[in-house]
C-alpha cells in the first residue's frame, strides 16, 4: 500500500466514528421533530407538499444550528495544524452558512409576524439548496476537527 493511500486509509478511520456520532446525534435529531410534525400535518392534510411546509422556514433555522455547532467543534479545537487556508475556508463557509441561514429565517419569521404575504416557494426553494451546503460545511467541521494527524503534526 502506498503511503498516500495509507494516509487516505488512516484518515477515514480516525474521522469515520465523529462523523457517524454527528450524523446521529445532531442532523438525525435535529430533524427528528420537523419529521415528526410534517408526517403529522400529513394525515390530517393529505396530500401535503413539501413546499408548503417548508415554506415556514423552519429548515433554515436547523440549518443554520447545524452550521454553527459545528464550527463550535473546529474552532475549540487550539491543538490544529492543518493548512491555516483550509481552515480559514471551512471556517468562513460555515459561518456564511449559518449567518445566511439565520438572516433568511429571521426574514420570513418577521414578514409572517407582521402579517406580510411571503412566497412559499422561494422559502422553500431557499431552505432546501441551503441545508444540503450546511451539512456538506459541517461534515468538512468535523472532519477537521477529529483528524488526529492533522493534530500531530503528520505523525501518527
Known amino acids: 500500500m502506498s503511503e498516500g493511500s495509507a ?4 484518515w477515514a478511520a480516525q474521522v469515520r466514528p ?9 442532523v438525525l435529531f435535529a430533524v427528528t421533530p420537523l419529521a415528526f410534525a410534517y408526517f403529522a400535518s400529513a394525515a390530517v392534510r393529505f396530500p401535503l407538499k413539501l413546499t408548503d ?5 423552519e429548515l433554515l433555522l436547523l440549518s443554520a444550528t447545524i452550521s454553527f455547532g459545528s464550527l463550535g467543534e473546529l474552532v475549540a479545537r487550539k491543538d ?4 491555516q487556508s483550509v481552515q480559514l475556508i471551512v471556517i468562513g463557509c460555515a459561518a456564511l452558512v449559518g449567518f445566511l441561514s ?14 406580510e ?13 441551503v441545508f444540503p451546503f ?22 501518527s
Open 7 to 10: 494516509t487516505a486509509a488512516t
Open 18 to 26: 465523529a462523523l457517524i456520532r454527528w450524523v446521529t446525534f445532531t
Open 53 to 57: 411546509f417548508l415554506a415556514q422556514g
Open 80 to 83: 490544529l495544524v492543518a493548512s
Open 102 to 115: 439565520t438572516l433568511t429565517f429571521a426574514l420570513v419569521f418577521s414578514a409572517r409576524t407582521l402579517g
Open 117 to 129: 404575504t411571503t412566497d412559499s416557494q422561494l422559502i422553500a426553494a431557499a431552505s432546501m439548496a
Open 134 to 155: 450546511s451539512l456538506i460545511i459541517s461534515s468538512c467541521c468535523i472532519a477537521l476537527a477529529n483528524h488526529k494527524i492533522l493534530h500531530t503534526g503528520g505523525r
